[in-house]
């Protein structure tokens, strides 16, 4: 019975790291609340992990786990944001317009977790994504938005941060294919755009550390829209050799 409920478990975890961020984002400790978001997709892949590891995947499981990702990649990088945003008003000490602008505010980082939420039950019922995503996985782009306080150079960047919302909330639920986190096997011809995005992301973390999460994502797209296009140049290569042979 407890070896069936690990998993869960550590979904739990996940949820937890959550909320914990939203509430270190309301004492506007937002690093630290993004840092926790990062602590929650470690639980978020080891739940998974463990499952298949265990055979213990259950429906339970599977409800849990968009409900924790709900709060852990929707809620809690929208109220990251919502104190990003803020910030842009607060620290010029424009407070007319901060007055006025909490309401318009709350509504550009409620889209986030709404887009969420859109993007999860997708997923729920899409049977397509097995192997691969059809849009961008809610994670990712909560990545995106919790590095935005790690980069000071945009602190007052009011509308490129409105801009960057709105691109993920159109990326989330978009057809674009992405290749699958996942590992079945471990040969390289197999697995040859995921080793890629591990060395480009360790590359990455190294050098940029939290600030190189968005950079990590937007490889992931660039490697994803590659492999789309190889994998279209050989199905047409070899329905061509096919059509020559009939021929």
């Given at each position: 019975?407890?070896?069936?409920?690990?998993?869960?478990?550590?979904?739990?975890?996940?949820?937890?790291?959550?909320?914990?961020?939203?509430?270190?984002?309301?004492?506007?400790?937002?690093?630290?609340?993004?840092?926790?978001?990062?602590?929650?997709?470690?639980?978020?892949?080891?739940?998974?992990?463990?499952?298949?590891?265990?055979?213990?995947?259950?429906?339970?499981?599977?409800?849990?786990?968009?409900?924790?990702?709900?709060?852990?990649?929707?809620?809690?990088?929208?109220?990251?944001?919502?104190?990003?945003?803020?910030?842009?008003?607060?620290?010029?000490?424009?407070?007319?317009?901060?007055?006025?602008?909490?309401?318009?505010?709350?509504?550009?980082?409620?889209?986030?977790?709404?887009?969420?939420?859109?993007?999860?039950?997708?997923?729920?019922?899409?049977?397509?994504?097995?192997?691969?995503?059809?849009?961008?996985?809610?994670?990712?782009?909560?990545?995106?938005?919790?590095?935005?306080?790690?980069?000071?150079?945009?602190?007052?960047?009011?509308?490129l941060y409105t801009a960057i919302i709105l691109v993920l909330c159109w990326l989330m639920l978009s057809d674009i294919q992405l290749f699958s986190l996942k590992f079945?096997?471990?040969?390289?011809?197999?697995?040859?755009?995921?080793?890629?995005?591990?060395?480009?992301?360790?590359?990455?973390?190294?050098?940029?550390?939290?600030?190189?999460?968005?950079?990590?994502?937007?490889?992931?797209?660039?490697?994803?829209?590659?492999?789309?296009?190889?994998?279209?140049?050989?199905?047409?290569?070899?329905?061509?050799?096919?059509?020559?042979?009939?021929?």
């Amino acid at each position: 019975m407890i070896k069936k409920n690990i998993p869960n478990i550590i979904t739990l975890f996940n949820l937890s790291s959550g909320v914990f961020a939203i509430l270190l984002a309301a004492q506007s400790l937002l690093k630290e609340a993004a840092i926790m978001v990062i602590i929650a997709s470690v639980f978020d892949f080891f739940d998974g992990f463990a499952a298949r590891l265990l055979h213990a995947k259950s429906n339970i499981g599977k409800e849990l786990d968009s409900l924790s990702d709900m709060v852990s990649f929707g809620v809690a990088p929208a109220v990251i944001m919502y104190y990003v945003l803020c910030g842009c008003f607060l620290d010029y000490e424009i407070i007319m317009n901060y007055e006025t602008m909490i309401v318009p505010l709350a509504l550009i980082v409620i889209l986030f977790p709404c887009f969420v939420a859109l993007r999860l039950a997708k997923f729920n019922l899409d049977e397509r994504q097995t192997t691969v995503f059809y849009g961008l996985p809610s994670p990712a782009a909560a990545f995106v938005l919790i590095s935005l306080p790690f980069f000071p150079q945009f602190a007052y960047s009011f509308y490129l941060y409105t801009a960057i919302i709105l691109v993920l909330c159109w990326l989330m639920l978009s057809d674009i294919q992405l290749f699958s986190l996942k590992f079945t096997t471990y040969n390289i011809k197999d697995n040859i755009f995921r080793y890629t995005l591990l060395l480009m992301a360790l590359f990455l973390l190294f050098f940029l550390r939290q600030r190189s999460l968005p950079f990590i994502i937007a490889a992931y797209i660039v490697l994803s829209m590659v492999r789309n296009r190889l994998n279209k140049l050989n199905t047409k290569q070899k329905n061509a050799e096919k059509k020559s042979l009939y021929q």
